[in-house]
């Protein structure tokens, strides 16, 4: 019998958004933006930070890598984010991490000092 996780081990709450497209009557365009949708305990756990230096621009730019584990739901897909303290993170890679639909893992990536 599979060894069933522990609440214990999720101790961040996490806020998910997921992308929605509206119209906008003003501009006669379709706008995108992210919307929260639900919340969930995850434990955390910083991968790294990199330091990203653009040819184009020649400034620097930094890039925030979470690695999160959570109880396993089909909620989540990568094409939505999370927030962790004050950054928003992309979810870029999302999976089960024994096969035995307990956890699920998902690695996170914020670009920041020099945008998105």
Not at 96 to 101: N, Q
Request: aromatic residues 10%; charged residues 25%.
């Amino acid at each position: 019998m599979a060894k069933r996780v522990k609440p214990s081990n999720y101790t961040h709450r996490i806020q998910f958004f997921k992308q929605v497209v509206t119209y906008n009557d003003e501009t006669g365009m379709n706008e995108s933006q992210f919307v929260p949708c639900f919340k969930r305990w995850a434990n955390v756990k910083i991968i790294f930070r990199e330091q990203l230096e653009s040819v184009i621009s020649g400034g620097n730019t930094l890039r925030n890598r979470l690695e999160l584990t959570l109880r396993y739901t089909d909620m989540i897909d990568s094409t939505m984010r999370f927030s962790y303290g004050d950054n928003q993170y992309n979810i870029s890679i999302i999976g089960d991490k024994s096969g035995l639909r307990e956890e699920i893992g998902l690695l996170g990536e914020a670009v920041i000092d020099g945008g998105e």
